[in-house]
């Protein structure tokens, strides 16, 4: 039962909510996540925030370290921009990628991150593009790299009184330099089995999987490499599980298709 | 607590609780049973209302955040009388089996073709991918909406 409903309409207030209520509180942005999550019992949330109104933290504005993209800005009005398709490619096809229409027109970048699942399609993008999340209080705010903000699943360095205000992503990643896969059980309203995400700079390549550990991990290797050291590497970054979607060794290997291919296309 | 919507034009003020689905509100409360329920879950589209110019899946949308917003049932785009343009596509393509899933194609149908004057097969085809069918096989639902799509004047690009 939500015993209080909370319709925010200006971050001040937001944030204030958020210092008065902390863990008792759940915002929702898109609610594509929560709203399943509270329909399954997953969790009961005594008081939410409710964001949708909150236009300051909507849009996508070019500024001096890169494109700053508001935690409220849906999957829809991504896909759509053109600096994003432009400068962020890997995050364009992650959007891309997101269940359904209506789940694009639904789901926020913010809820993405916030949510922490080691398949949501926006954070290997972020991964290879050097993304920092920028987190308000009340009392102050913080930029984390965004390898640095995910501990599992759920789970994140953001504190009880913190939110997400917006995503800084360095510029420069196109068609050419970088890009996602993601391999589903179908094309649409399929959450990823695994994914990859990668970019290129110099000769050094980083790749970013998804769906492949507990969180959205890394790994770094030289553009030459050996295809026995590729596979080390790769392999020594995830560690799969198995559940109902697919088992360990099928990821594994779904992976490393991907990634060779992504290689092939490279070379 | 009190919510005013915007529906199908006109608007209505009513109670209701916290933890209220949109959909439970449209079925349940207002009897505009148009919009189905499947899964519950934001996965088969059923629900599709348009939610301030955009396709929503109604299921996923508690109503108490809603408030003030404008929203399109399958009731506001079908005339009182007759048919829309994309339904009678349908039906004579024989796009509507079951019918479960159909006022859910017609929303997003709708929403496309009354944002653009033009469309390729590929984007159309995307934008009816929030929405599944058990019956038909989805062929004849996509040569049903181009059939509508045609009768409101809309032309159809090479992919
Ligand atoms: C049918 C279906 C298909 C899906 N397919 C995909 C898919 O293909 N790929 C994918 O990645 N995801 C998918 N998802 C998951 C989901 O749509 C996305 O993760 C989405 O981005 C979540 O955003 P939201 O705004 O809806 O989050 P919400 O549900 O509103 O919130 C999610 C969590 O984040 C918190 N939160 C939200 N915003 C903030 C903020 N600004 N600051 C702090 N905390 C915040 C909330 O409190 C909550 O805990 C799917 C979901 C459904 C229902
Ligand atoms: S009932 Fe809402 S998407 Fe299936
Ligand atoms: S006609 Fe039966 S589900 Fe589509």
């Known amino acids: 039962m939500i015993k209080r409903f909370l319709n925010i309409s200006d971050l ?24 399943v999550r509270m329909k399954t019992d997953m969790i009961d949330p005594d008081t939410i925030l409710s964001i ?20 409220l ?6 896909e759509e921009n053109a600096l994003i398709r432009k400068q962020h490619y890997p995050l364009y096809q992650g959007v891309y ?34 993304a920092k999340i920028k987190l308000m209080s009340r009392s102050k705010e913080r930029l984390v790299p965004v390898d640095e903000f995910f501990k599992g699943p759920g789970k994140t360095v953001m504190a009880d009184d913190e939110i997400v205000h917006s995503v800084i992503v360095p510029a420069g990643f ?7 896969i993601k391999a589903g059980l179908r094309k649409a309203l399929s959450i990823a089995v695994v994914s990859v995400g990668w970019s290129l700079k110099d000769d050094k ?20 490499c050996s295809a026995a050291e590729l596979k080390k590497k790769v392999l020594n970054a995830i560690s799969p599980i198995s559940d109902l979607r697919a088992s360990k060794g099928y990821r594994e290997q779904v992976i490393l298709n991907l990634v060779n291919s992504m290689m092939e296309a490279l070379n | 607590m009190k919510i005013r919507l915007k529906l199908n034009g006109s608007w209505r003020e009513f109670e209701i609780s916290n933890d209220d689905t949109l959909l439970h509100v449209l079925r349940d409360e207002l009897r505009l049973t148009g919009t189905k329920r499947g899964c519950g879950n934001g996965e088969c589209g059923a629900c599709t209302v348009i939610l ?17 917003s404008s929203i399109t049932t399958i009731e506001g785009i079908s005339p009182q009388r007759g048919l829309h343009p994309i339904q009678e596509g349908l039906v004579a ?34 934008a009816l991918s929030g929405n599944l069918c058990r019956c038909t096989g989805y062929k004849k639902i996509v040569e049903g909406v181009v059939a509508g799509a045609e009768i409101m004047g809309k032309e159809i690009e090479n992919d």
């Open chain 1, 97 to 130: 990628e997101i269940g359904s229409p209506q789940i694009r027109n639904m789901g926020t970048l913010g809820g993405n991150i916030a949510n922490a699942s080691p398949s949501g399609d926006t954070i290997a993008p972020l991964m290879v593009m050097g």
């Open chain 1, 12 to 35: 001040e207030s937001l944030l204030k909510a958020k210092s008065e209520y902390g863990s008792k509180c759940k915002i929702l942005a898109g609610g594509t996540d929560l709203v």
């Open chain 2, 52 to 68: 301030d110019g955009e396709t929503v899946t109604s299921c996923l949308v508690l109503a108490a955040s809603v408030d003030g």
């Open chain 1, 205 to 224: 390549l980083t790749l970013a999987f998804g769906g492949a550990a507990p969180i959205v991990t890394v790994a770094e290797i030289r553009k030459d």
């Open chain 1, 174 to 180: 196109n068609k050419k330099n970088s890009g996602f």
């Open chain 1, 52 to 71: 949708r109104n909150i236009d300051e933290m909507k849009g996508i504005i070019k500024g001096k370290d890169g494109t700053v993209i508001g935690a």
């Open chain 2, 93 to 126: 393509n024989g796009g509507v089996q079951c019918g479960f899933c159909t006022p859910g194609f017609v929303v997003s149908a709708y929403d496309f073709l009354s944002k653009r004057e033009s469309f390729t097969m590929d984007e159309l085809k995307r």
């Open chain 1, 73 to 78: 800005t849906s999957h829809t009005s991504i």
